[in-house]
């Protein structure tokens, strides 16, 4: 009978295990790069959106005094379409966590080589980020402000508008204010590390949603 050993039974199946964990890994790695990619498609659609819309409102209502009232859509706008600019940022923070605190160690590990040799722990110390977030951040305030202001100095309404006009202005300062303080502590979020166990679990839940 031609039988093999045990151990080396033991290492076949060790490889063969290797093999497959290789294999997720990879498979994993890819849809989140997708998903990361589409992230990023989706960020510069939300961007395009806002700016032809913005434009619209505020041509409109600054060059025809019959439409000024219009202008009181512009803060809502621009808030609307920076939360979900914003959360599309703090999503894709959440995958290259992951990607650079979990998958590729691992995956490193498997293939026997430097960690810090894989493409996200390379961009995380050689890449800043931040600056586009925080240009929305400041848009989404100049927009809001500079609408609410304009009218309250060129507003010849009825008592109605002008009452909608106060309760707009405190919710969007309020709902302003929070997006800020919710989401500015992310353009830092790049230099501060997580531990794996927290980052797999923040991870696959932005994966999944």
Known sequence: MNERSIPETGHLAALHSDDTR??????VREDIRHEMKMRM??????AAQMGILLTLVLTVGI??????????L???LAI???????????KHDLLARYLKDV????????????????????ASKTTRSGNRRGLFLWTMWVVGAGAMVYLWFFMEASQEFRLAYYIA???????????TL?????RSGRSRSRHSRSVHRSATGAYLS
């Not at 498609?41 to 939300?46: A, I, K, L, S, Y």
């Not at 060059?63 to 009181?72: E, M, T």
């Not at 498997?110 to 722990?121: V, Y």
């Not at 919710?182 to 992310?186: H, K, L, M």
């Open 182 to 186: 919710a989401f500015a502590g992310d």
């Open 22 to 27: 290789i294999g997720h890994y990879e498979q």
């Open 169 to 179: 202005a405190g919710a969007y300062a309020l709902t302003m204010l929070f997006i």
């Open 63 to 72: 060059a025809n005094s019959g439409y000024r009232q219009a202008l009181i």
């Open 41 to 46: 498609r989706q960020r510069d659609g939300f």
């Open 80 to 90: 609307f379409y920076t939360l979900q600019i914003m959360h599309s940022y703090r």
């Open 74 to 76: 512009a803060p809502m």
């Open 103 to 122: 998958l590729e160690p691992d995956l490193s590990s498997l293939h026997n080589i430097d960690p810090g040799r894989e493409w996200q722990a390379y």
